[in-house]
């Protein structure tokens, strides 16, 4: 009877040994787990540490016994695998005290991943902590009961769990400062889709520390003085570290098999390792991003579950491919959803792909509806022949509907003009005649089409010619480019001899709408024209960035 | 200089009107619209009624300065044409007692449709009224303040418009009488799918009259009497006709267009009618149901939108292909959604496409997080590769959501494979690492690659064998299906030797996930095995269905 040894008990093992059972009665199943619980909801932590997941049992998805019975697997708890011997097809396992060898014929490596800490001086003070297994939750809780109520809590991090955590913490009243690295949070973000982020951060009283890294931590009797490395330092009650994680492939390495990169586990399509009979899953593994045809760490449940799945499969003798990924995620930060799918415009510019990106600021659902919101979306695609690349999206409403239309539309390679001929449901409760994706296929499509030319706003500072704002007079109060003139967009037809035929124009309303019809009366009279990609609204998050990078 | 004329200043004209003068500064355009308004929020008017969308004026989307003056359009409200002479390229206006001819070089129609009344005594009584305009909907709101209280008012017909103006009465405390020809609400759906909505209806108080046609009405002093075909009758104050729309295409006719299905105005791919320089679009026009390669009649806003836009390039000299449609749809019934997209099973049993079909129901995110609500989605498939052919989902959260993604997985020709691999955005506010769609697509894909055998509720009571319900005790209380035995899945194991191995076996669960389960033990112990797709959930609206069909 075959036997097959699973090392690691959440998603991608608990996945697999679901999926064996089922595709098979007789293979023989063990599931070893170094930590206490299986299959528990590594997601929901912070939610559990806000209050806002209430019992803390919700988070054990599955229980051993249950498991154990329903899928007829000998899941051992506790039990931490020492070292690998693809040779011989055994694994040396621990178990409290005890040691024991067990062989396998095939191997699953499901490991995870492990939270980085930062290597510093003072790391290893008790009241630096991270958040990645429900024992690490229990002592965040824990110590959170101890502290002291107005001394702050630091973050270190501004990735999905860093803001998890900081709006977790916020929701218990607790002062917050969230330290982040780079110039903005969430890094699969481009940097001015990040601004509204930061706005909403700060609305909610998470206290913003961008552009600091920690090079050292003073422990203190009542807490820690984070010192950073311009100098400056600050005093926090504990610090709760979410620098991101790192593949758990130290079994891996000893064993002989093949790292990728980050130190990951190198697998291939079929999740096999660099040794035919050990296949690994999940947050240890290196993976494929299809849309720049690179390989990847991306410790994300969703894939982790499905590689499970089809890891299952394969061993047992299937042949069935992971497709690869393109990074679709998303984050609730308090009443703001920040999504994105495929790739970013940071990671193009380091690319010789050439591309071209529009901006679309619009209602989530009908405006004369109430409740809508706005949505920011950036979309990015080829240059050559419209083919999506990536698209980021922020707003309190609606943004993961569009993130995930989006994500199928990278996953079935469409282009832009494939976004004007959407055709997703409309009701005023839900969405638009025109729905902000045929709105970004619109543009998109306009401007490869010839049919308008659009400048961003990273190259207004080195236009030459006029700069003509075209809202109406009460709309300047929110603020306008320097040196542009106001001729509003209902008098720019009567109003067009103003302006010098021999100069370029470039024209800029709020959110680019108004803008396209301007530029196409103004080019059309005669004049080369520009319009302002996403408008003023885009414009003066670029102009926030560059602050907030100086 | 060329003139084009519009006829029809709502969706499909005004945005033509909007896009031709973006497209070229120099063709005179002119407007023609009957009635006081252009481009009013149609889809809106429900809302108003029930006080959801407060202000009148939202509804005005454009006012007719606004749009003359930005896009430089002649607009006419309270013109009406007469007759067309396409020979001569000449319309023939009337403006109340005037009346002139005018030239075109180009004709746009966008007539859109009119609210179709039964054909029956008593339907010319005052208080029978219908919600198309405006002025409709100012009539309504003026007889309802005219109204008593506690005398219900009827509403005639069960879809979009019926399920939103019974929803805005009810938000105004009124009773509610929903009659409908048919044993079901939404046709759109199939029969079962329908259910929840049904029992969501009686929750909110609408008294709902299926199987009722209206053969007569009867004018009172104080209402409506209004008699059915089965010769039960029934009283209200007023009756609210919503059973569908006809194009208005009688100009169309009268100047000797070719017509399509049901009085539509036929056109070509580039929206041309069969007189090469008149051009329609929107609520008037046939369109092309590509899903079935069939022609279908589709007054919607989101087709109409992008009929408008496309017609405006053709006109111009451009030659661009209207795909068609997959009639994607959405509406709000009180808190629930329900949707579709494509096909449906009762369209599909009358052609000979062999398909299938799976039931999910499923959390709308992670159900550990607070708020999970169920969504209960129907796909349909092509048997032969698993190419998308439609889906119906209700709930109260994500509906639409999903139907977007299928929307686009239809406009993409995916197949169930590919909804298997689908890289949905996940956390838990949002989803489930395993996604209902990603659901659907592993239920089906087992199907199609032979790893599960589904069974249909409606074949249940032809099944010769043993019924296992594997289900725990306690949820037995929700009802069973009749002569089947119960073993819990975790005791199926070692108490399979209680079933008879001659004789093939139907499993079901709640919903069908453990019966995927349960149906693979018993399958690789020997039996011959099916599934019950969707479970006691799916079957239970089943059944339903039949008595509400008897």
């Not at 490395?229 to 994680?245: D, E, H, R, T, Y």
Request: net charge negative; aromatic share 6%; proline share 4%.
């Amino acid at each position: 009877m075959k036997h097959i040894v699973i090392v690691g008990g959440v998603a991608g093992g608990a996945s697999a040994a679901a999926r064996l059972r089922r595709m098979d009665e007789k293979v023989s199943i063990t599931l070893l787990e170094r930590g206490p619980y299986i299959s528990f909801a590594n997601c929901g932590l912070p939610y559990h540490i806000g209050g806002e997941i209430i019992e803390r049992d919700k988070l054990l998805v599955q229980t051993v016994e249950q498991f154990s019975k329903r899928f007829n697997v000998n899941v051992c708890v506790g039990h931490e695998v020492l070292s690998i011997d693809p040779e011989h097809h055994l694994v040396e396992v621990a178990n409290g005290d005890e040691q024991y060898s067990l062989t396998y014929d095939k191997l699953l490596l499901s490991p995870g991943a492990q939270a980085i800490l930062p290597n510093i001086s003072g790391i290893d003070d008790p009241r630096v902590l991270v958040l990645r297994s429900l024992p690490d939750m229990d002592l965040i809780i824990a110590r959170l009961r101890q502290i002291r109520p107005n001394v702050p809590i630091g973050v270190l991090g501004g990735g999905f769990i860093g803001l998890e955590v900081a709006e977790a913490l916020r929701r218990l009243n607790l002062p917050v400062i969230l330290i982040e690295a780079q110039s903005q949070v969430m890094s699969s973000l481009d940097p001015e889709m990040a601004v509204p982020v930061h706005q909403h951060l700060l609305e909610h009283g998470v206290e913003l520390h961008l552009n600091r890294s920690l090079s050292r931590i003073h422990s203190l009797h009542d807490g820690l003085q984070l010192e950073y490395n311009n100098s400056q330092s600050v005093k926090v009650g504990m610090l709760i570290c979410a620098v991101g994680v790192k593949a758990e492939s130290q079994l891996a390495e000893e064993a002989g098999l093949e790292l990728g990169i980050n130190g990951t586990i190198k697998v291939n399509e079929y999740l096999q390792t660099s040794h035919s009979d050990i296949y690994a899953v999940g947050d240890a593994v290196q993976t494929y991003d299809w849309v720049l045809n690179h390989p990847v760490h991306l410790p994300l449940a969703g894939p982790a579950n499905r590689q499970g799945r089809l890891a299952a499969d394969n061993m047992l003798g299937h042949k069935r491919r992971f497709r690869g990924v393109q990074k679709t995620a998303i984050c609730r930060v308090f009443d703001l959803s920040v999504g994105a799918v495929g790739v970013n415009e940071k990671t193009l510019k380091e690319t010789d792909v050439d591309y071209q990106k529009v901006y679309i600021h619009s209602n989530h659902h009908a405006g004369y509806f109430p409740g809508a919101s706005t949505i920011h979306l950036k979309l990015l695609y080829l240059k050559e022949n419209g083919q999506i690349l990536g698209a980021q999206a922020t707003g309190k409403e609606g943004v993961d509907k569009r993130i995930d239309v989006l994500a199928l539309a990278l996953q079935a390679r469409m282009n832009v003009y494939d976004l004007e001929e959407l055709e997703l449901c409309y009701a005023p409760p839900y969405g638009s005649a025109k729905d902000p994706l045929n709105q970004a296929g619109f543009v998109a499509a306009n401007c490869l089409r010839g049919d308008d030319d659009m400048i961003y706003s990273e190259y207004v500072k080195d236009f030459v010619g006029q700069i003509v704002d075209i809202r109406d007079p009460e709309e300047l109060k929110a603020g306008i480019i320097s040196d542009s003139i106001n001729i509003p967009l209902d008098s720019l037809r009567e109003r067009a001899s103003e302006l010098d035929p021999t100069q370029a124009v470039l024209i800029y309303c709020q959110v680019g709408l108004r803008g396209h019809v301007a530029s196409c009366m103004l080019r059309q009279l005669g004049f080369r024209v520009v319009n302002l990609a996403g408008g003023y609204c885009t414009y003066q998050d670029w102009v926030e960035t560059l602050q907030e990078e100086s």
